[in-house]
Structures are given as structure tokens and as C-alpha cells.
């Protein structure tokens, strides 16, 4: 018998897409909504079907749940700053997903996995959309020899609708909320402490050019480690997207570039574009429904074994490629 997913807060904004993705990519997926108002969690779990809603109280150890339940895999949106869901999924042995906070909270997130049972797998992603385009840069990178450097850029659309901690209604809001912009730049860590340090031009998939910030992310560390790039930094703009000005709606564009030597000693830079249509939330609400397929071994590869993952460290990146074009999002 496949136990049940618990998703805490998955009637929220990102949640309950990441519901809905089980529910389309898993139609018999056992799932279990929770979340503080019990008649929201369950409205969610009737329009999913196999779901059900419980209450979830995260100043209990036990989140209020009844003790003889069990579950295949428990994720939490958005990040829990008492670690409540987190401890009770180690000390459970339930594999674990949090989309968490930035840079400087992870430290956070990685003292409460230190001090719990280390006996079930637990995945932090403090990465932008849970981690999708780290995973897709590092596959790209994988086309080179040697690596010099790798960007990442997010076109992040005010428009949007979004829970209430994401805080990007301008770029001033995202500069107040998040650390100095950490990079990586010729071999050495450096805090970004200039405007002109922080601030590229970067070029939109529509061709037109911007100044985007650096972001504080954990991006940049696994953009560093996963490629050997020797510099790497992340970018955010705050702007109408594509998507808006066209009149859909808000869309969600990530620009990838990577400069080093290819397998046949031919030094270049290659970009990747990555335009998801239905926004920011619905993507990291992919991401986290794939990660979940890793964690309960519904994947062609073998389920993480025990220990701290990052999200590179679990997804496949073809089930990833897989995924994305069976949601509409363009890659070029």
C-alpha cells in the first residue's frame, strides 16, 4: 500500500499547485492536505480526490496529528521558522521537502537537521523554484570540459499572485528582504557590497535590456559546486514579464548562461532560456512535485537514501525536462 503524502499548507498559493501536479502526474497518490483552517484543507482535498484535509498545529510536536497515521513523504509550504514540520518528519523517518528561506536562513534549516534522527532522507531547497534552475544549469554544464562561469538571471513578475511571504511587489522590497549578494568570482567568495558589484545588464529572451540585482540565494553556491565554476552569481529582476505585457498573464523567465571550454576544446558561452507560463508559484510548485516523485521512489532512478540533499543532489534532470514540457514551459 502507497502511504499518503502530507502537503502542510497545501490549499496555500504554492501548495495546493503542488497538489494539483501529484494529482495529474499520480492520479491514485494518496494525498493529505493540512493546514491551520481545517475547512480550507479539505475544500482543497475534495477537489482533488484520493486527498483528505487535517488540521495541522505547528506549535505541537506531534502538528496536532493522529499518532497511528503514517506517510510516504511530507512537504511544507512555506518555510515552518519553528522547524515543527521538519522535526516531526525526522523523528518520524518520513523523507522530507522544505521550500525554505534564503542564503542566510538555510544555516537555520541545516542546525534543526543536525540536531534530529538523521535516518530519513530531508531536502532543503532554499533555491529559486525549488531548485529548477540549478538543476538545469548543471546538466548544461555537463556539456563543457571545464566551466568558467555561470549566471543565472529570474524575471520575476509583480503581477503574479503569491503567498505572503515571497515579498517581491518591487525591486526595493527584495533588496530590504535579503541579504548582500553573495558570488563567486574568480575562485573566491565575496559579499557584494557595491551598487556597481551588484547590478548587470541582462538581455530578457524578448531581447530587451535591464538592470537587474544580485539576489542572496543558496543558488550560488550550488551553481559553484555542482559546475566547478570558478565565478558564478544570480540576478533578479522585478518587472512586467512577457507573459504580462502580452496579455496572458504573468509568466516566469529564467536565463541561463554558461562560459568555459566544451568537450572538444572549443572555448564559447551558451544561454538558456526557460519561460514557464503560468508564473513563479506554479514552478516551484513543479519543482517541489518532482522532488516529491524522487523522495517516493515514483521515478525511474532510486529514491535518496538517508541524509541532507539539495534539490540537485535528488532530481533527475531528464525527468525534470520531462515534467516541465508537460506543463507548457518553453526552453530554448
Known amino acids: 500500500m502507497t502511504l499518503p503524502v502530507l502537503l502542510i499548507g497545501g490549499s496555500g498559493c504554492v501548495g495546493s499547485r503542488a497538489a494539483a501536479f501529484l494529482r495529474r502526474f499520480h492520479p491514485d497518490l494518496p494525498l493529505v492536505i ?9 475544500a482543497t482535498a475534495d477537489k482533488l480526490g484520493a486527498a483528505t484535509g487535517v488540521r495541522i498545529d505547528l506549535g505541537r510536536p506531534d502538528l496536532g496529528l493522529d499518532g497511528q497515521q503514517q506517510f510516504g513523504a511530507l512537504a ?17 523517518r518520513i523523507p522530507f521537502h522544505a521550500v525554505t528561506g534564503s542564503l542566510v536562513e538555510a544555516g537555520q534549516d541545516l542546525t534543526a537537521y543536525v540536531h534530529g534522527p538523521q535516518a530519513s532522507p530531508v531536502v532543503l531547497a532554499s533555491h529559486w523554484m525549488a531548485g529548477v534552475p540549478v538543476i538545469l544549469a548543471a546538466h548544461y554544464a555537463k556539456e563543457f570540459a571545464a566551466v568558467e562561469e555561470v549566471t543565472l538571471a529570474f524575471v520575476f513578475d509583480p503581477k503574479e499572485e503569491m503567498g505572503p511571504a515571497a515579498g517581491f511587489e518591487s525591486q526595493e522590497a527584495v533588496q530590504a528582504a535579503n541579504p548582500l549578494p553573495l558570488f563567486r568570482r574568480n575562485g573566491s567568495w565575496v559579499w557584494a557590497q557595491e551598487e556597481s558589484d551588484r547590478v548587470r545588464t541582462i538581455t530578457t529572451a524578448d531581447a530587451a535590456r535591464h538592470q537587474a540585482d544580485g539576489y542572496g540565494s543558496l ?24 507573459g504580462t505585457r502580452a496579455g496572458q498573464g504573468p509568466s516566469h523567465e529564467i536565463l541561463i548562461e554558461i562560459t568555459g571550454t566544451l568537450r572538444n576544446g572549443v572555448p564559447t558561452t551558451r544561454r538558456f532560456d526557460l519561460t514557464h507560463p503560468a508564473g513563479q508559484s506554479s514552478l516551484t510548485a513543479l519543482g ?30 531528464s525527468h525534470l525536462h520531462q515534467r516541465l514540457n508537460e506543463s507548457g514551459t518553453r526552453l530554448s
Open 76 to 92: 511544507v509550504f512555506p518555510r515552518d521558522g519553528g522547524f515543527s514540520a521538519q522535526r516531526f518528519a525526522q523523528d518520524h
Open 34 to 42: 493540512g493546514g491551520r483552517d481545517l475547512n480550507r484543507a479539505q
Open 219 to 242: 543558488d550560488v553556491l550550488s551553481l559553484a559546486e555542482a559546475t566547478g565554476a570558478a565565478s558564478a552569481r544570480v540576478d533578479l529582476l522585478v518587472a512586467d514579464s512577457a
Open 288 to 317: 517541489t512535485a518532482v522532488a516529491l516523485e524522487h523522495l517516493l521512489g515514483l521515478t525511474s532512478t532510486p529514491a535518496p537514501t538517508a541524509g541532507l540533499h539539495f534539490p540537485e543532489t535528488v532530481i533527475d534532470p
